[in-house]
């Protein structure tokens, strides 16, 4: 993906299937340039909503039968968005929605679909150069949130947050965010943390979620 001396650099990103570590390029901060971060930073999670004591799980619902999604909804943050398809470029990274669509979101579509047993992944702006994009608000959401992905067989799979946490680029957990899973986990991810101008954001917020029902 080529991109521009005006967009700014995201962190670490990686490939759950292989376990690769990849950079991904989200073309965040675009819209900050021309602002100041300080006016317009987007919401960052706070340490209440950090990842529970390790194993502690609560109840999941039972995995459901591959099909691919379509449309995510987190309703306590007004995300309502198409979602398409991303594979990994030719530098090994995983691609993006076009920057120019601030409502369409990606999942990695050579990975766990959301509702099967595994670790998916769902990526998204959170801004483009006219403003908020379809995860600006992603640092806001609080464990517990319901996250529903409409699938292309009809069903919805329902995951509740379990945790929104913010990591800096170098120091990104790639095996906590990536690792496999053998409940049907959902992983959101978009930039944020520390803003530089010259650099863009310096890490990204991810939400973690596990499947509770289905309809």
């Not at 908020?132 to 609080?142: H, K, Q, T």
């Amino acid at each position: 993906m080529r991109r521009s001396a005006r967009r700014g650099r995201c962190a670490r990103l990686g490939d759950a299937a292989i376990a690769a570590v990849t950079v991904v390029a989200l073309g965040c901060g675009v819209w900050l340039l021309g602002g100041g971060a300080g006016a317009h930073a987007p919401p960052q999670p706070a340490a209440a909503e950090g990842r529970p004591d390790a194993g502690v799980e609560r109840p999941t619902a039972p995995a459901l039968a591959p099909s691919p999604p379509t449309r995510i909804r987190i309703p306590a943050i007004r995300v309502d968005a198409p979602l398409m398809g991303l594979a990994l470029t030719r530098s090994g990274s995983l691609d993006v929605p076009p920057a120019r669509n601030k409502n369409l979101a990606g999942w990695y579509e050579s990975g766990t679909m959301p509702g099967e047993p595994g670790t998916a992944i769902v990526a998204g702006h959170v801004d483009n150069a006219e403003g908020p994009a379809v995860f600006y608000n992603l640092g806001a959401l609080r464990r517990d949130a319901r996250i529903e992905v409409d699938r292309k067989d009809g069903s919805v799979a329902v995951f509740a947050v379990d945790a929104v946490e913010v990591y800096a680029a170098h120091d990104f957990p790639d095996e906590k965010v990536y690792g496999a899973a053998s409940r049907p986990e959902l992983r959101v991810i978009t930039c944020g943390g520390p803003y530089s101008k010259a650099t863009g954001y310096q890490g990204n917020v991810v939400v973690f979620a596990h499947l509770t029902d289905s309809r």
